[in-house]
């Protein structure tokens, strides 16, 4: 990515870094970020205007993933007998 594009994607808020006296800095989910605003534009050839609506999309999917993540964890740590209760109505559905 070039500095232009760069800049381009941290003002309209794709990518959130921080700005300190020496500059940006990027978290690691900012890194991974980029590397997917790459991949969409370079690799897909999504253009520009199109992210204003597939990001969001993303973003829920990986909250959502997020989310399951939890849950699972959750379930995990219930007592057996409920653990199978909550399967076997999941099942159901």
Not at 15 to 30: E, K, L, N, T, Y
Not at 34 to 44: A, G, P, R, T, Y
Request: hydrophobic share 40%.
């Amino acid at each position: 990515v070039n500095r232009t594009e760069l800049s381009v994607w941290i003002e309209r808020a794709w990518v959130r870094p921080v700005r300190d006296g020496r500059g940006w800095r990027f978290s690691d989910s900012d890194l991974a970020r980029v590397e997917m605003l790459c991949d969409l534009k370079h690799d897909l050839g999504l253009d520009s205007d199109a992210f204003d609506v597939v990001l969001p999309l993303l973003d829920q999917v990986y909250d959502l993933r997020r989310t399951i993540r939890a849950l699972t964890e959750a379930i995990g740590e219930l007592p057996e007998e409920s653990r199978r209760l909550v399967m076997d109505r999941l099942s159901r559905e």
